[in-house]
């Protein structure tokens, strides 16, 4: 997603463009990426942000992501159809889809699971209408899908489904 945010704005993501697109979504802090020693941003878990605005990045993604983000690359993150299993990690299968992570809930329900570098997680939980940010470590005890699977078992507890 970072390198398709890079071509369209012919930008890198350490200049201006981001932090543009930070203002625009309403971010209290600017953000920045990680970069390489060649000056790479690391597109996929390199952003760096607070966690009120990576909670914030969730909640457009709840609400109404088509004010940030194009409608169609929207649209097809939220497409079930179009996703399919990716990865198991213990005994958790998730999904990919257009960099997020698809964690299904006990309910049959999707939700949408970012992580980042150093334990950063951000739970998008469409049938709770919860979004839920952590900002973590390396070397906790515990894995990032073991957190996760926590935090949504806790949307879904708060939300009484």
């Known amino acids: 997603n970072g390198l398709a945010l890079q071509r369209a704005s012919g930008k890198r993501l350490a200049d201006d463009g981001l932090n543009r697109l930070w203002r625009d979504m309403g971010a209290n802090d600017l953000a920045r990426w990680q970069e390489d020693q060649q000056g790479f941003a690391y597109h996929e878990s390199g952003l760096v942000l ?80 919860i979004v839920m940010a952590r900002l973590g470590r390396d070397g906790a005890p515990e894995t990032n899908v073991q957190v996760a699977l926590r935090m ?8 009484g489904r």
């Open 50 to 129: 607070t966690a009120r605005d990576l909670a914030r990045f969730g909640q457009i993604w709840l609400e109404d992501p088509d004010d940030v983000i194009p409608d169609a690359f929207a649209t097809d993150v939220f497409t079930p159809d179009a996703r399919s299993f990716a990865r198991k990690f213990g005994e958790t299968s998730l999904g990919y889809r257009d960099g997020w992570w698809i964690l299904k809930a006990p309910d049959g329900s999707e939700d949408l699971l970012g992580m980042g570098d150093h334990g950063q997680l951000l739970l998008v939980s469409p049938s709770t209408n």
């Open 152 to 159: 949504q078992r806790a949307a879904h507890a708060l939300s």
